[in-house]
T-cell receptor, first 115, second 114 residues
Framework: DVKVTQSSRYLVKRTGEKVFLECVQDMDHENMFWYRQDPGLGLRLIYFSYDVKMKEKGDIPEGYSVSREKKERFSLILESASTNQTSMYLC??????????????FGPGTRLTVT | AQSVTQPDIHITVSEGASLELRCNYSYGATPYLFWYVQSPGQGLQLLLKYFSGDTLVQGIKGFEAEFKRSQSSFNLRKPSVHWSDAAEYFCAVGLTGTASKLTFGTGTRLQVTL
């Protein structure tokens, strides 16, 4: 089974702090994604990566950056956390192959609270 | 722009009753279609997917979905709901040429009464 893990289930940070959310997948997937989930808004894509050191902005990249130095690890960085970044953050990965295009596997999520 | 609509924010059904959750999309071509389920405090789990072929697809936990091209719909169904099915359900679509990205609906929260 594909396993996607996230470094923390719950995180509380102060306004202005730099925050790192880590995601690791163990299936050698090419693609990795970061979403935020808010009630009534569903999942919104922040950033994604289709290869090591390659990244593209999603729908809501403002206030976030990402890093992918190794294939299995994709980090989301909040340069200066703000209260409007309080949310559930979900990481996902996908093989992106012709046999399973677009099928994404999700981690358990990190609930971030910024006070 | 591409979009996915789940018109029902919240649905309540009795245990043992049948269930249908609606999903509509707006694209020119046939997309890849998915249903995911999210239990409270958890990540998303894939229920089923449609890429091509038979328009009625079977998934895990007794769920099925039917792709109807003429209606741009991919509704999720279950003949008899169990209390453990209470969760949030997300429809998602992917289009070729979009770097494996998925677009998600806003979700439908299912409550099951005993």
């Amino acid at each position: 089974d594909v396993k996607v893990t996230q470094s923390s289930r719950y995180l509380v940070k102060r306004t202005g702090e730099k925050v790192f959310l880590e995601c690791v997948q163990d299936m050698d997937h090419e693609n990795m994604f970061w979403y935020r989930q808010d009630p009534g808004l569903g999942l919104r894509l922040i950033y994604f990566s289709y290869d090591v050191k390659m990244k593209e902005k999603g729908d809501i990249p403002e206030g976030y950056s990402v890093s992918r130095e190794k294939k299995e690890r994709f980090s989301l960085i909040l340069e200066s956390a703000s209260t409007n970044q309080t949310s559930m953050y979900l990481c996902a990965s996908s093989a992106g192959t012709s046999r399973s295009p677009y099928e994404q596997y999700f981690g358990p999520g990190t609930r971030l609270t910024v006070t | 722009a591409q979009s996915v609509t789940q018109p029902d924010i919240h649905i309540t059904v009795s245990e043992g009753a049948s269930l249908e959750l609606r999903c509509n999309y707006s694209y020119g071509a046939t997309p890849y279609l998915f249903w995911y389920v999210q239990s409270p405090g958890q990540g998303l789990q894939l229920l089923l997917k449609y890429f091509s072929g038979d328009t009625l697809v079977q998934g895990i936990k007794g769920f099925e979905a039917e792709f109807k091209r003429s209606q741009s719909s991919f509704n999720l169904r279950k003949p008899s709901v169990h209390w453990s099915d209470a969760a949030e359900y997300f429809c998602a679509v992917g289009l070729t040429g979009t770097a494996s990205k998925l677009t998600f609906g806003t979700g439908t929260r299912l409550q099951v009464t005993l």
